[in-house]
């Protein structure tokens, strides 16, 4: 429920409240705009933190864990390869939520875009 309240306060936010609504379809190719965010948001979050500021997120995970999910998500569709619907999730979210005690109330642009990408994965019929 928690991580449903940072997605929705994410959305708005961020405005992409369009592109959640039920009656337009979310493109694969909206998708990887929005992977390709997310790896650039990452790569700033790093800079943030090697200059001193405090994050969520560490180095290591950022680098070790997020990117290359990414990474490998936009290689999944070039491949053409993305699970189906029913078999989508972030393994970074599940680490999260279940591992690495991010407080995910922060509004840290990393933590709200996460879990909106991630059920927009989740839920898309791509």
């Known amino acids: 429920m928690v991580c449903q309240e940072v997605a929705t306060r994410s959305i708005h936010q961020?405005?992409?409240d369009h592109r959640m609504e039920f009656d337009?379809?979310?493109?694969?190719?909206?998708?990887?705009i929005d992977i390709r965010e997310l790896i650039n948001t990452?790569?700033?979050e790093i800079e943030a933190i090697k200059h001193g500021e405090q994050r969520e997120a560490t180095v290591k995970q950022i680098e070790q864990y997020i990117i290359p999910?990414?990474?490998g998500l936009l290689?999944?569709?070039r491949s053409r390869s993305l699970p189906d619907p029913g078999n989508r999730y972030f393994m970074t979210i599940q680490?999260?939520?279940?591992s690495w005690s991010w407080d995910i109330n922060k509004d840290e642009k990393l933590i709200n875009m996460l879990p909106v990408l991630g059920n927009k994965y989740r839920h898309s019929t791509f």
Do not use: D, H, S, V
């Open 69 to 71: 999910e990414m990474e």
């Open 42 to 44: 990452c790569y700033e």
């Open 75 to 77: 290689q999944m569709i």
């Open 95 to 98: 680490a999260i939520l279940k």
């Open 14 to 16: 961020l405005g992409l």
């Open 24 to 32: 337009m379809e979310y493109t694969i190719e909206e998708f990887e």
